[in-house]
């Protein structure tokens, strides 16, 4: 069993912080600021909430679609420098 089951919702955001690779962020309607993170080749996007100041959800990035608000501005060759 994976123990990120049991961490809490900053914890994941701490670790990603500390451990993962950051990405790319985006903005969506002035109220989150979503990154997405990596993590040895798995990514998810972490949504904070720029009003509350804190962390309201992480998802996985499981499909091509979940790609699609961040196309524009990704620069494959900084993924590839890891």
């Known amino acids: ?5 049991f961490l809490k919702l900053h914890e994941k955001g701490e670790f990603l912080w500390k451990e993962g690779k950051h990405v790319e962020e985006r903005l969506i309607y002035g109220k989150y600021v979503v990154q997405i993170h990596c993590f ?10 720029v009003r509350g100041n804190n962390i309201d959800d ?5 499909k091509g679609e979940d790609w699609d608000g961040y196309l524009d501005s990704i620069k494959l060759e900084h993924l590839m420098k890891s």
Not at 58 to 62: E, M, S
């Open 58 to 62: 992480i998802k996985a990035i499981h």
């Open 1 to 5: 069993m994976n123990t990120s089951y």
């Open 40 to 49: 040895d080749n798995f990514f998810v996007e972490v949504y904070y909430s």
